[in-house]
């Protein structure tokens, strides 16, 4: 015993050699003035070198005892046969009393803590810690997920600020010590001593400021996936998985904890980050520790450090108020009945504007098919202020742009600027909208142009597939039809047909502007109350279009084209914009496409039939499609047709699987999110999703939408429509042009 003392002062006096132990033990004696955390489990030199043999002796029979302990095995062994082995050799080991004991409880922390000590090193060590609540709280799960965001890798937050961006610190880490009882959440950090000041303001900004905004969700989903990760490669180790099966069981009671823990890590949202880095990670909760060189002390003083978190929360707090103007949404219907959304977003200066009305292809007639599509066609080539070559100019010297758009449910007009030319990029917009004049030299260009991008569709021949199998899935639908005509259609287009069209679909009580970009909320309303101020007309009620029959059998369409490839379409009758099935069949499309889709590994991959091949779901306002496409060699045509028809077949007989789902899900939000960076992407979707009734804030909901998908859902989708007896396929290529079934 005598000879064991000395080993473990030996160690204490190491560890008081090393600066890392140092600045945990000075936090944690700092943290907790109560609860026995505060001290260090290898205890100090005065208390271990008083101790006796009976000391040790007395310890032991109180804590050794069968009642308070947990026997974890893990490895190459038989159950019963360990079981046994287990039983004899603990056989007259008897129960103690009970030798727990209630800790103290440690106070709540009301102010903030400091310390400062010195050692002999090169570079000072930063300590920050939080009082967290204990591992058996639910808002362990959120904090866990915290601390990946804010240090798991090079591309969180607080690395990224402080470490590539700033260059305040040479390392800097986060921990999340959830014990049995409260515990805390580490940051620290190594540094030069003149950066401790602003590495201590930096990073309570970064912190602070995921409570402000919450964690975007690509950086939520990576950190989710990070810590699912973790856990698959502790159970690589026998020692590895022993010791988590024994720490849940200890600290929890429940050795099978961690299916339950992943469970609520992947039920963590956004707003539940938000909300505990608000709660947790304040400087009221807050302790400071710094490591200076020696001889150096006397640089950083604990008024000092006080000083700087007071500076930081100043500076927090001003980043956290931009932060909540950056993200400032608001909603205005205006006398004329016109919808206004507008999104400040100042981290770069451009506006970008989106006008959209109920419209295109949906309300057309056959005999005036592509009206919509030339009419908008038309809005750029002279108002009633200026010419073609005046608007050109104009844009041209603005470095911006605007334009006409028209497609299956909406028409409309969008347009970008740098926002030092706010007033008068919407000024143009305005004017175009309200003001086309529709000259009769300009119609005819157009419609030269319009005949002639009408007769190329032939040579695109994916896109002429496509054409051909929505004539026939759509068969008295609009939706049948092509946005930009027909060349009988164009070639009859009147400029009153222009005019007709413009008049009854641009009307402002149906119209939804949004505005995303670097500008003022109230200024942007006034200003486009003032520009739109005589935009007045009523709006009669739409028409509704004529309903297709679902299909009921099998039809084929298609064309000959002596081509080296033919391409192939399959279409079934799909569902509407906002439906619960849209969701579900988006995820069953993109199971089946990417490069790790069913159609890419099973048709490209292992039997080369194909280069291109792809699944979609195409949701409308009236039913929409869900279909494939493949472009394989002629002679391949049966078997590609075949290898789509047993993919889909799959999907109704088959669940798929959780990497499958995992992977469509990440697919889908990730892409989503990805297009959402510029501001004409936000506008685009506010306007759209606003329109439409699911509401300009829908972007923050989807993601849940699709994440809520399950692998029942996609059978359930798959099997109500994916029906193998009723499709439209359409065939373009030598050996294309199949009749139609009898």
Same mark, same amino acid.
């Given at each position: 015993?005598?000879?064991?003392?000395?080993?473990?002062?030996?160690?204490?006096?190491?560890?008081?050699?090393?600066?890392?132990?140092?600045?945990?033990?000075?936090?944690?004696?700092?943290?907790?003035?109560?609860?026995?955390?505060?001290?260090?489990?290898?205890?100090?030199?005065?208390?271990?070198?008083?101790?006796?043999?009976?000391?040790?002796?007395?310890?032991?029979?109180?804590? *050794?005892?069968?009642?308070?302990?947990?026997?974890?095995?893990?490895?190459?062994?038989?159950?019963?046969?360990?079981?046994?082995?287990?039983?004899?050799?603990?056989?007259?080991?008897?129960?103690?009393?009970?030798?727990?004991?209630?800790?103290?409880?440690?106070?709540?922390?009301?102010?903030?803590? !400091?310390?400062?000590?010195?050692?002999?090193?090169?570079?000072?060590?930063?300590?920050?810690?939080?009082?967290?609540?204990?591992?058996?709280?639910?808002?362990?799960?959120?904090?866990?997920?915290?601390?990946?965001?804010?240090?798991?890798?090079?591309?969180?937050?607080? *690395?990224?600020?402080?470490?590539?961006?700033?260059?305040?610190?040479?390392?800097?880490?986060? *921990?999340?010590?959830?014990?049995?009882?409260?515990?805390?959440?580490?940051?620290?950090?190594?540094?030069?001593?003149?950066?401790?000041?602003? !590495?201590? !303001?930096?990073?309570?900004?970064?912190?602070?400021?995921?409570?402000?905004?919450?964690?975007?969700?690509?950086?939520?989903?990576?950190?989710?996936?990070?810590?699912?990760?973790?856990?698959?490669?502790?159970?690589?180790?026998?020692?590895?998985?022993?010791?988590?099966?024994?720490?849940?069981?200890?600290?929890?009671?429940? *050795?099978?904890?961690?299916?339950?823990?992943?469970?609520?890590?992947?039920?963590?949202?956004?707003?539940?980050?938000?909300?505990?880095?608000?709660?947790?990670?304040?400087?009221?909760?807050?302790?400071?520790?710094?490591?200076?060189?020696?001889?150096?002390?006397?640089?950083?003083?604990?008024?000092?450090?006080?000083?700087?978190? +007071?500076?930081?929360?100043?500076?927090?707090?001003?980043?956290?108020?931009?932060?909540?103007?950056?993200?400032?949404?608001?909603?205005?219907?205006?006398?004329?009945?016109?919808?206004?959304?507008?999104?400040?977003?100042?981290?770069?200066?451009?506006?970008?504007?989106?006008?959209?009305?109920?419209?295109?292809?949906?309300?057309?007639?056959?005999?005036?098919?592509?009206?919509?599509?030339?009419?908008?066609?038309?809005?750029?080539?002279?108002?009633?202020?200026?010419?073609?070559?005046?608007?050109?100019?104009?844009?041209?010297?603005?470095?911006?742009?605007?334009?006409?758009?028209?497609?299956?449910?909406?028409?409309?007009?969008?347009?970008?600027?740098?926002?030092?030319?706010?007033?008068?990029?919407?000024?143009?917009?305005?004017?175009?909208?309200?003001?086309?004049?529709?000259?009769?030299?300009?119609?005819?260009?157009?419609?030269?142009? %319009?005949?002639?991008?009408?007769?190329?569709?032939?040579?695109?021949?994916?896109?002429?597939?496509?054409?051909?199998?929505?004539?026939?899935?759509?068969?008295?639908?609009?939706?049948?039809?092509?946005?930009?005509?027909?060349?009988?259609?164009?070639?009859?287009?009147?400029?009153?047909?222009?005019?007709?069209?413009?008049?009854?679909?641009?009307?402002?009580?149906?119209?939804?502007?949004?505005?995303?970009?670097?500008?003022?909320?109230?200024?942007?309303?006034?200003?486009?109350?003032?520009?739109?101020?005589?935009?007045?007309?009523?709006?009669?009620?739409?028409?509704?279009?004529?309903?297709?029959?679902?299909?009921?059998?099998?039809?084929?369409?298609?064309?000959?084209?002596? +081509?080296?490839?033919?391409?192939?379409?399959?279409?079934?009758?799909?569902?509407?914009?906002? %439906?619960?099935?849209?969701?579900?069949?988006?995820?069953?499309?993109?199971?089946?496409?990417?490069?790790?889709?069913?159609?890419?590994?099973?048709?490209?991959?292992?039997?080369?039939?194909?280069?291109?091949?792809?699944?979609?779901?195409?949701?409308?306002?009236?039913?929409?499609?869900?279909?494939?496409?493949?472009?394989?060699?002629?002679?391949?045509?049966?078997?590609?047709?075949?290898?789509?028809?047993?993919?889909?077949?799959?999907?109704?007989?088959?669940?798929?699987?959780?990497?499958?789902?995992?992977?469509?899900?990440?697919?889908?939000?990730?892409?989503?999110?990805?297009?959402?960076?510029?501001?004409?992407?936000?506008?685009?979707?506010?306007?759209?999703?606003?329109?439409?009734?699911?509401?300009?804030?829908?972007?923050?909901?989807?993601?849940?939408?699709?994440?809520?998908?399950?692998?029942?859902?996609?059978?359930?989708?798959?099997?109500?429509?994916?029906?193998?007896?009723?499709?439209?396929?359409?065939?373009?290529?030598?050996?294309?042009?199949?009749? +139609?079934?009898?």
């Amino acid at each position: 015993m005598k000879k064991e003392l000395e080993v473990v002062l030996e160690e204490i006096r190491m560890n008081e050699d090393n600066p890392g132990r140092r600045l945990f033990k000075s936090l944690l004696g700092t943290s907790f003035t109560t609860h026995p955390y505060g001290r260090p489990v290898i205890g100090y030199v005065d208390t271990v070198k008083t101790f006796t043999r009976k000391d040790i002796l007395s310890f032991f029979k109180k804590w *050794y005892v069968p009642n308070n302990m947990v026997l974890v095995i893990v490895g190459d062994v038989d159950h019963d046969e360990a079981l046994k082995a287990i039983k004899d050799s603990f056989k007259g080991f008897k129960s103690a009393p009970e030798p727990h004991k209630k800790r103290a409880v440690e106070p709540k922390q009301k102010d903030l803590k !400091t310390g400062v000590f010195a050692m002999q090193v090169q570079d000072a060590q930063l300590g920050m810690t939080f009082h967290i609540p204990s591992v058996k709280n639910d808002d362990t799960y959120a904090i866990d997920v915290m601390e990946s965001i804010l240090s798991g890798g090079e591309t969180s937050r607080l *690395y990224k600020k402080l470490k590539l961006e700033d260059e305040l610190v040479h390392g800097i880490s986060a *921990y999340s010590m959830s014990l049995k009882n409260p515990g805390l959440f580490f940051v620290t950090s190594m540094l030069k001593p003149e950066n401790i000041g602003q !590495t201590i !303001t930096n990073s309570l900004e970064v912190m602070q400021r995921l409570g402000a905004e919450g964690p975007d969700h690509e950086e939520l989903q990576r950190a989710k996936f990070n810590m699912e990760s973790s856990f698959v490669y502790s159970r690589e180790t026998m020692d590895g998985l022993a010791g988590k099966l024994g720490f849940f069981e200890v600290n929890l009671g429940d *050795y099978a904890f961690e299916k339950k823990y992943i469970e609520n890590i992947r039920k963590v949202t956004p707003d539940d980050v938000k909300r505990v880095a608000s709660k947790y990670l304040t400087p009221e909760n807050m302790t400071v520790s710094v490591l200076m060189p020696l001889g150096r002390e006397g640089e950083i003083t604990k008024d000092g450090l006080a000083a700087s978190v +007071k500076t930081a929360q100043e500076a927090s707090a001003k980043t956290v108020k931009k932060a909540a103007e950056e993200g400032r949404t608001t909603k205005t219907v205006l006398e004329n009945g016109m919808t206004l959304i507008v999104k400040e977003v100042h981290s770069n200066p451009t506006v970008a504007f989106y006008a959209t009305f109920p419209g295109g292809l949906r309300f057309e007639e056959r005999a005036k098919n592509g009206v919509g599509s030339f009419t908008v066609g038309m809005l750029t080539r002279g108002t009633v202020k200026m010419t073609r070559e005046e608007l050109s100019k104009e844009l041209e010297d603005m470095a911006g742009g605007v334009g006409g758009f028209s497609g299956w449910n909406s028409t409309g007009a969008s347009g970008k600027f740098l926002s030092m030319f706010f007033d008068k990029g919407l000024a143009t917009l305005a004017d175009i909208l309200m003001n086309p004049v529709f000259p009769e030299k300009e119609i005819e260009k157009l419609r030269a142009d %319009t005949l002639a991008a009408i007769a190329r569709q032939e040579d695109n021949l994916s896109g002429y597939t496509f054409k051909l199998l929505y004539q026939e899935l759509y068969d008295v639908h609009p939706y049948g039809m092509q946005t930009i005509g027909t060349k009988e259609s164009i070639s009859a287009l009147k400029r009153d047909d222009l005019l007709n069209h413009h008049k009854s679909f641009f009307v402002p009580d149906r119209m939804v502007l949004t505005i995303v970009g670097d500008i003022d909320s109230e200024y942007a309303r006034e200003k486009v109350s003032e520009l739109f101020a005589g935009f007045n007309r009523g709006s009669a009620p739409l028409p509704y279009p004529p309903e297709d029959r679902p299909e009921t059998t099998i039809e084929k369409t298609g064309a000959v084209k002596e +081509k080296e490839q033919t391409h192939v379409g399959i279409g079934f009758n799909g569902t509407t914009i906002g %439906t619960d099935d849209s969701y579900a069949l988006r995820v069953m499309a993109d199971v089946l496409s990417g490069q790790g889709g069913r159609l890419f590994i099973e048709l490209r991959d292992r039997k080369s039939l194909a280069y291109t091949v792809s699944a979609f779901s195409k949701e409308a306002v009236d039913p929409g499609m869900i279909g494939a496409y493949i472009a394989t060699a002629p002679e391949k045509k049966d078997e590609a047709v075949q290898g789509l028809l047993d993919e889909f077949r799959k999907l109704r007989t088959e669940p798929v699987s959780e990497e499958e789902l995992t992977r469509a899900k990440s697919s889908i939000i990730g892409n989503y999110e990805i297009a959402l960076q510029s501001v004409s992407s936000q506008a685009t979707d506010m306007a759209n999703n606003e329109l439409y009734g699911l509401g300009y804030g829908f972007s923050k909901i989807y993601p849940e939408k699709i994440q809520a998908v399950t692998a029942e859902d996609v059978m359930r989708v798959a099997q109500k429509y994916l029906d193998l007896d009723a499709y439209v396929i359409s065939i373009v290529g030598p050996n294309g042009g199949a009749p +139609k079934a009898q």
